[in-house]
Nanobody
Framework: QVQLVESGGGLVQPGGSLRLSCAAS????????MGWYRQAPGKQRELVAT???????NYADSAKARFTISRDNAKSTVYLQMNSLKPEDTAVYYC?????????WGQGTQVTVSS
């Protein structure tokens, strides 16, 4: 069974930072693409950032210059460093792992940006 477990969400003031972690189990870390998505209340789930097995990065326009995705293969963990957070970044953040043979999601972690 493929499993992803996110952590690191919470309440932060505007302008603050958070680092999300996604721990992957088993061979899931051989996924072609690992990524972070988010879903705000009443909105569709949207891409935040992805990183391929070869390290190629992709960011949503809203995340560029503020967020950084990275992976630690030794720990089978993907991170999302989020800086200069804004109230509009408030959402449930989901980790995703994709390969031709599977498409796995974590349970999500809530990020709330509010004063």
């Amino acid at each position: 069974q493929v499993q992803l477990v996110e952590s690191g969400g919470g309440l932060v003031q505007p302008g603050g930072s958070l680092r999300l972690s996604c721990a992957a189990s088993g061979s899931i870390f051989s996924a072609n693409v690992m990524g972070w998505y988010r879903q705000a209340p009443g909105k569709q789930r949207e891409l935040v950032a992805t990183i391929t097995k070869t390290g190629r990065l992709n960011y949503a326009d809203s995340a560029k210059a503020r967020f950084t995705i990275s992976r630690d293969n030794a720990k089978s963990t993907v991170y999302l460093q989020m800086n200069s957070l804004k109230p509009e970044d408030t959402a449930v953040y989901y980790c995703n792992a994709w390969a031709p043979s599977f498409n796995a999601w974590g349970q999500g972690t809530q990020v709330t940006v509010s004063s």
